[in-house]
Each structure stands twice: as C-alpha cells, then as structure tokens.
C-alpha cells in the first residue's frame, strides 16, 4: 500500500530563516510526487511536482523539493521564508501511473514569525 | 494556469436537508474531477473519482446515497449531500484533472448543517 509521511505535524520559523518540510513515501512501483500549499479556507495551490528528470524541482514562491528514490523522500525546502508562507503544506504522491488519484500526506502548519 | 471554481464557497443548511455543491473547470476540460472532504487541521480525504458521463467511483466507507455526484459535462460536476446532519459539517474541495498527472484544485466549501 502507498502512503505518504509528512514527519513534522507543525514548524515554526523566523522570518528570512531557511525552512525544510519532510516528506517520506512507500511504494513499490514509479511514484509522481507533489507539494501543494493551502491557505487558510482555501483550497490547495501546487507548489511543485516532480515526475520525471531532474531530481531538483524548482518551484513557485522560491521553493525547491529533492526527489531521493533511495531513501524514498521529497523534502520541501526554502532558504529565506517571508510571513506570507505562513500556511499549511501537504505532500501528495500519485498511487500508479494509471491512477490519477492523490495519497496525501497529513500535512504541517507552518507559521512564521516576525 | 488552469483555473476551478466551486459554488457555493460557503453554506448553512438545516438538518434533514439536502444541499448541491457544484464544481467547474472555466478554461479546461476535465476529464476526471475529485472530491475530497476536509476537516478541521486535518489532510484531504478522497470521496469519489467521477469522470464524465459514468459513474463516480467512491471510495471505501463513503455512502454513495448519502453523497451523490454527478458529471454531467466536462466542466461541471455537482455533488450533492443528501439529508444533510451535522457531522456532514466539514470542507468540501473538489479538482479537477484534463488526463494529465496534475489536479487543479477548487478553493473549497464550507458546509455547516445545524
């Protein structure tokens, strides 16, 4: 069975600090593998995703993830947050390439302080 | 980028009551849409899979009576909370996907049942 760990339920962060959100997965088979962001009541917001290639994923915002087939990971990383990313993070994988369907992870709460 | 919409964003019913969420893709068609429900500090929970023109797929625990969905076109799907009760309370995202690995996620709603 697939799933998705999200190792830290809440990080707090100063401000212009570096931040990184870990994100470990199980599967036996090629995974596609996702960041969203939400806001509070809104929905989610694809932060980046990594499906092929490059194992660095630049995405939006000045986040980066690395996708580590060997230790099964997909850490979420920032290097200067601002308080606008003050938000919730949800790691997400594709169970198959025939299944578009997402096994999210539980989430962490980020929170930046000034 | 691709852009969804869910109506309404907020709604108060009363119990016994049956209340229909729809959800659509302005500027793409969507061959799949999902439907996931969120509660409080918690991850997204997949409902049901619908693609257009069959039925939706639910997932294991969910009541097909109770949460009918239908995807009547490529841009819209409705999902529709039968006898409404209070612990249907909860946020209800829905995406939507053209076939490929990304969803694109609808910024939610919040149905309160008193």
């Known amino acids: 069975a697939q799933s998705v760990t999200q190792l830290d339920s809440q990080v707090p962060v100063f401000e212009e600090a570096p931040v990184e959100l870990r994100c470990n997965y199980s599967?036996?088979?090629?995974?596609?593998l996702f960041w969203y962001v939400q806001y509070p009541n809104q929905g989610l917001q694809l932060l980046l995703k990594?499906?092929?290639?490059?194992?660095l994923v630049k995405g939006i915002n000045g986040f980066e993830a690395e996708f580590n087939k060997s230790q099964t990971s997909f850490h979420l990383r920032k290097p200067s947050v601002h308080i606008s990313d003050t938000a919730e993070y949800f790691c997400a994988v594709i169970r198959s390439p025939n299944d578009y369907k997402l096994s999210f992870g539980a989430g962490t709460t980020v929170t930046v302080r000034a | 980028g691709a852009v969804v919409s869910q109506h309404p964003s907020r709604v108060i019913c009363k119990s016994g009551t049956s209340v229909k969420i729809e959800c659509r893709s302005l500027?793409?068609?969507?061959?799949?849409m999902f439907w996931y429900r969120q509660f409080p500090k918690q991850s997204l929970m997949l409902m049901a899979t619908?693609?257009?023109?069959?039925?939706?797929?639910?997932e294991q625990g969910v009541e097909k009576d109770k949460f009918l969905i239908n995807h009547a076109s490529l841009t819209l799907s409705t999902l529709t909370v039968t006898s409404a009760h209070p612990e249907d309370s909860s946020f209800y995202i829905c995406s939507a996907t053209d076939s490929s690995y990304e969803q694109y996620f609808g910024p939610g709603t919040r149905l309160t049942v008193t």
């Open positions: 500027d793409f068609q969507a061959t799949t």
């Open positions: 599967s036996s088979v090629s995974v596609y």
């Open positions: 990594y499906l092929s290639g490059s194992t």
């Open positions: 619908s693609n257009e023109g069959s039925k939706a797929t639910y």
